[in-house]
């Protein structure tokens, strides 16, 4: 069972459902999820000792996990309890439409855990019949381990997964190969329902204002769609046994011989180049610049005698990381203060 802190003194009313975890863990298999984490992340954060203070979670950290699966279930409860027949009603959809579509087709319900089990020897579908499937979790046995994953949602062969997140992503398309990469190991684990090689992901900002819509690339609505294509089910295969096999090899190798994170891994910012007109003033500089050329442009209108210095850019998934007591990797990012906890 995890432990939680309350050190911010969260009212009781609210501890109790940030304290509440409704992921469906499940013993003994790998999860897509953890499939795709850097290796160090995957081997380390077992290396913690069970009664170490590390592993307990200021309740407050679970905020934005909670917000987002809050949301996840809300969306889940309006199809799989029936409320899409009035709701696509009143958007317009035909009845004919609406009495077509089946939810989870060829599962039920479990009655202990609430998630979708495959009914054996189900009937066909209908011929004009749409299928919809939610929160379906499937698995597949490979190279000596079980795969799990349990996706968003499927309509009619294609994947969506709902993300609550910041503007920041969608700008920067910060996630986009994670994305890829996620939709294509479900993919290759429910190959009867996914069919179509691409994917949605459906976006909900958390931060999102209206005034800020002129600004470039930022997006237009509170809620916007980005698709995203998929890779071959053979690529996802052979990248599935790599993980599984680089696993195996560092699970017991000694902290510093498992290879580091790389800088996308760590979520590392651009450098930024800082500029002094008065190189023996360096307590504060006269001008940042994002990329060097601009730097030592202004370098040399200055007429050659200032300084640009590289300030490498900071790290910010090391404060996630659920490994972070016991990885050696982020005592050099403290040391040259890249990394602030």
């Not at 979670?57 to 809050?70: F, L, P, Q």
């Not at 379906?136 to 997140?165: C, H």
């Not at 580091?260 to 891994?265: A, G, M, P, R, S």
């Amino acid at each position: 069972m995890q432990t939680f802190s309350n050190g911010t003194r969260v009212p009781l009313s609210l501890a109790v459902y940030l304290a509440t975890d409704h992921y469906d863990y499940v013993a003994d298999v790998v999860s897509a999820t953890a499939l795709m984490r850097p290796i160090r992340q995957q081997v380390l954060p077992a290396r913690i000792p069970k009664d170490s203070p590390d592993r307990v979670i200021e309740i407050m950290n679970t905020v934005k996990s909670r917000m987002g699966t809050a949301i996840h279930d809300s969306v889940e409860k309006s199809w799989t309890q029936g409320h899409y027949k009035k709701a696509m009603l009143s958007l317009g959809h035909s009845q004919n439409v609406i009495d077509r579509v089946v939810v989870n087709p060829g599962y039920t319900t479990d009655p202990v855990t609430g998630n979708p089990v495959k009914i054996k020897d189900s009937p066909p579908l209908a011929s004009d019949a749409i299928p919809v499937y939610m929160e379906i979790r499937s698995f597949k046995s490979i190279g000596g381990k079980t795969i799990s994953g349990k996706f968003d949602f499927v309509a009619e062969g294609r994947l969506e997964d709902f993300k609550t997140t910041s503007t920041f992503t969608w700008v920067n398309d910060t996630k986009s190969e994670d994305y890829k990469l996620q939709g294509s190991i479900y993919r290759w684990l429910n190959q009867d329902i996914i069919t179509e090689d691409h994917m949605a992901i459906q976006f909900l900002f958390t931060d999102w204002v209206k005034y800020r819509t002129s600004d470039s690339g930022y997006p237009a609505h509170p809620v916007m769609q980005k698709t995203y294509p998929l890779m071959s089910l053979a690529d996802t295969e052979q990248y599935v046994l790599s993980k599984l096999e680089m696993f195996d090899r560092y699970k017991d190798s000694n902290e510093q011989d498992i290879p580091q994170c790389t800088d996308k891994e760590l979520w590392r910012k651009e450098p930024q180049f800082k500029y002094y007109k008065n190189p023996t003033k360096t307590s504060r500089s006269t001008k940042n610049f994002d990329n060097s050329a601009e730097a030592y442009a202004r370098l040399a209108t200055d007429g050659g005698g200032g300084l640009v210095k590289e300030v490498p850019g900071e790290v910010i998934a090391c404060r996630f990381c659920p490994a972070i007591s016991v990885c050696t990797q982020k005592d050099t990012y403290l040391m040259d203060g890249t990394l602030k906890l």
